[in-house]
Nanobody
Framework: QVQLVESGGGLVQPGGSLRLSCTAS????????MGWFRQAPGKEREFVAA????????YYGDSVKGRFTISRDNAKNTVYLQMNSLKPEDTAVFYC?????????????????WGQGTQVTVSS
């Protein structure tokens, strides 16, 4: 079984940056497609970004295109989400998820295992 732990969340001012990390234990992440989702209070979980197993295909939600970048370092068993130009509406709990497939999905139901989440708050 794979355990995912997200880190890097926190409080940041509008226009600032954060880098989230998702580190796995129990198994190598290299065989999985990976994704990031977020959930704000009172809202449904939203797709943010995803990366294919080999890292050669990247996908982004419309609200984060051009501001967020997903990447992976299989040697470190870690997936990253670089978030720039943050806005108050980016405030949410961010979750990392893995899918036993070459290709990631855009829906929560596409994923097989999840981390516990890390809080990101964008506020002045």
């Amino acid at each position: 079984q794979v355990q995912l732990v997200e880190s890097g969340g926190g409080l940041v001012q509008p226009g600032g940056s954060l880098r989230l990390s998702c580190t796995a234990s129990g198994r190598s992440l290299s065989i999985y497609a990976m994704g990031w989702f977020r959930q704000a209070p009172g809202k449904e979980r939203e797709f943010v970004a995803a990366i294919s197993r080999y890292g050669n295909s990247l996908y982004y939600g419309d609200s984060v295109k051009g501001r967020f970048t997903i990447s992976r370092d299989n040697a470190k068993n870690t997936v990253y989400l670089q978030m720039n130009s943050l806005k108050p509406e980016d405030t949410a709990v961010f979750y990392c998820a893995g899918r036993d497939n070459v290709w990631p999905g855009h829906e929560s139901r596409d994923y097989d295992f999840w981390g516990q989440g890390t809080q990101v708050t964008v506020s002045s």
